[in-house]
C-alpha cells in the first residue's frame, strides 16, 4: 500500500509572508497528488492537484512541486491571508482508485 | 446544486443501534468514495466504487461496515451494532467523467456520527 507523510502538523505565519506544507509518499505507483483545503466543521476542498508527469502547477498564490525521485511534493502559498487559515491535507492516488491522506497541517495566518 | 450531498448531516446514536448514511454524487461521476475522519487527522479510505461494483475495501471496514451502490447512483454506507469508537465524520467523495477530469475527487459535507 501507500503511505502519505505530512510536516509541520502546524504552521504559524504573518500575513503577506510564505507558508510551505511537504508531503512524502512511499510508492512510486502513485500517480496523481492533491492538496485540499478544510476549515473547521467543513468539507475539504480541492484548492490544486499535480500529476506525475509534470514537475510544478501554479495558480495564482497556490504552487504545487512534486519530486518523483525523491517521493515528495510540496504546496507553496505566497502572500499570505488570514483566510488562508485552515487545516491543509495532502494525498497521493494510489493503484488508480484508492487515496492516502497526509494527517493535515493546520496554517494560522496571523494579521 | 450538483455537487455531492449526504445525509443525514448529524447522527446521534445509542450504542449497539444500527445506522444509515446515504451519499448522492455529481450524476455524471461513476467513482465513489467514502472515507472516515476523526478529529485532527485526515480522512481515512474505506471503500471505493466503480459504477455498482465495489472495487476496494479497506482492512479498517469490519463486518459491522457494509456499504451498497445498487444502481450505480447513489450509496449507503450501513454500520451495525455501533460501538462509541465509530464516532467520526463519514465523508462521501465522487470523480468521474466532467468535472474536474477523471481522478478529481469532490467531497460531501460529510455526516457526524456521534455514539453514546
Known amino acids: 500500500g501507500e503511505n502519505v507523510e505530512q510536516h509541520p502538523s502546524t504552521l504559524s505565519v504573518q500575513e503577506g509572508d510564505s507558508a510551505v506544507i511537504k508531503c512524502t509518499y512511499s510508492?512510486?505507483?502513485?500517480?496523481?497528488f492533491p492538496w485540499y483545503k478544510q476549515e473547521l466543521g467543513k468539507r475539504p476542498q480541492l484548492i490544486i492537484d499535480?500529476?506525475?508527469?509534470?514537475g510544478e502547477k501554479k495558480d495564482q498564490r497556490i504552487a504545487v512541486t512534486l519530486n518523483k525521485t525523491a517521493k515528495h511534493f510540496s504546496l507553496h502559498i505566497t502572500e499570505t491571508q488570514p483566510e488562508d487559515s485552515a487545516v491543509y491535507f495532502c494525498?497521493?492516488?494510489?493503484?488508480?482508485?484508492?487515496?492516502?491522506f497526509g494527517s493535515g497541517t493546520k496554517l494560522n495566518v496571523k494579521p | 446544486d450538483t455537487g455531492v450531498s449526504q445525509d443525514p448531516r448529524h447522527k446521534i446514536t445509542k450504542r449497539g443501534q444500527n445506522v444509515t448514511f446515504r451519499c448522492d454524487p455529481i450524476?455524471?461521476?461513476?467513482?465513489l468514495y467514502w472515507y472516515r475522519q476523526t478529529l485532527g487527522q485526515g480522512p481515512e479510505f474505506l471503500t471505493y466504487f466503480q459504477n455498482e461494483a465495489q472495487l476496494e475495501k479497506s482492512r479498517l471496514l469490519s463486518d459491522r461496515f457494509s456499504a451498497e451502490r445498487p444502481k450505480g447512483s447513489f450509496s449507503t454506507l450501513e454500520i451495525q451494532r455501533t460501538e462509541q469508537g465509530d464516532s467520526a465524520m463519514y465523508l462521501c467523495?465522487?470523480?468521474?467523467?466532467?468535472?474536474?477530469?477523471?481522478?478529481?475527487?469532490?467531497f460531501g459535507p460529510g455526516t457526524r456520527l456521534t455514539v453514546l
Open positions: 510508492d512510486s505507483a502513485s500517480n496523481y
Open positions: 450524476s455524471e461521476h461513476n467513482r
Open positions: 467523495a465522487s470523480s468521474g467523467q466532467g468535472r474536474g477530469g477523471t481522478d478529481t475527487q469532490y
Open positions: 494525498a497521493a492516488l494510489y493503484n488508480f482508485n484508492k487515496f492516502y
Open positions: 499535480i500529476r506525475s508527469n509534470v
